[in-house]
């Protein structure tokens, strides 16, 4: 039976469903759970070799939805504490990036150099140079490619560990976030999957972000859990051409 996200992970790839990364009218990768359970155990050895350990907490930083799941499931088999934020377009998201940091134990961010170029700026436009050398010291950058021949070790995970940590959106007040562990979410998806009678033969279309708890939770954990297929389109895409949910869900 499964009990861990971990688990669940490992268990579907044994099979041959697959998460489809829309880019474009014309442009999508697919790629197979065997597929994405092998490259987050390559950099789980990445995290590991920078020091990362069971516990910490890793900020998922990201645009590019294959590049965030790769980490978020790296962290969770390594037994680390995801925290996805998301990147937005204004100076209120970096502004949230930085006091999520401060208020995480032992944090490290993940994220490419466009983003942290972006909140080197912020930072000196903001009189936050210290705040921003400790982020900096603690960033792992996301690689081009992935060293396959080297994997993680995987952490024994129990179902009362935390699984990740969903932050608010901090909007009005500082963001808050909400501890969800393994049990808490393998409860609830089970619960989604029984009310929405999904079967591992339906396909799932989703552009919500993988940042919000529908778009990870609904539209990516359950499905996997599910053993279902699923496709993904970035939110930006859908912001600007709404009718390519339309003519994926076609």
């Known amino acids: 039976m499964i009990k861990t996200l971990g688990q669940a992970l490992q268990a579907r790839s044994k099979d041959d469903r697959t998460i489809t990364y829309i880019t474009g009218k014309n442009e999508e990768t697919v790629v197979s759970y065997t597929e ?80 942290l170029e972006r909140l080197s700026a912020y930072a000196f436009e903001h009189v936050l140079g210290e705040d921003f050398k400790v982020l900096k010291e603690r960033t792992v950058p996301v690689q081009a490619e992935l060293d396959m021949s080297r994997q993680g070790e995987l952490h024994d995970v129990r179902e009362e560990d935390v699984a990740f940590i ?3 959106s901090g909007s009005t007040s500082d963001p808050k976030g909400v501890v969800l562990t393994h049990r808490n979410l393998i409860t609830n998806m089970h619960s989604k999957i029984a009310g929405g009678k999904y079967t591992d033969q339906d396909i799932s279309l989703s552009w919500m ?25 970035p939110t930006d ?14």
């Open 36 to 115: 994405l359970y092998s490259r987050a155990c390559s950099l789980l050895h990445t995290f590991q070799s920078k020091g990362l350990k069971p516990g910490d907490e890793l900020v998922i930083f990201l645009r590019d939805n294959e590049k965030f799941l790769e980490a978020f499931w790296a962290a969770v088999l390594g037994g680390m504490v995801p925290v996805p934020v998301a990147v937005g377009i204004s100076d209120e998201h970096r502004a949230k990036l930085f006091r999520i940091f401060k208020l995480l134990e032992n944090p490290y961010l993940y994220t490419d150099e466009e983003n």
């Open 237 to 250: 895409l859908f912001s600007r051409r709404p009718v390519i949910w339309l003519q994926k869900a076609s």
């Open 166 to 168: 969903q932050f608010s």
């Open 209 to 233: 972000p993988l940042t919000h708890d529908l778009g990870l939770i609904g539209f990516h954990l359950t499905m996997m859990l599910c053993n279902m297929s699923q496709c993904l389109i």
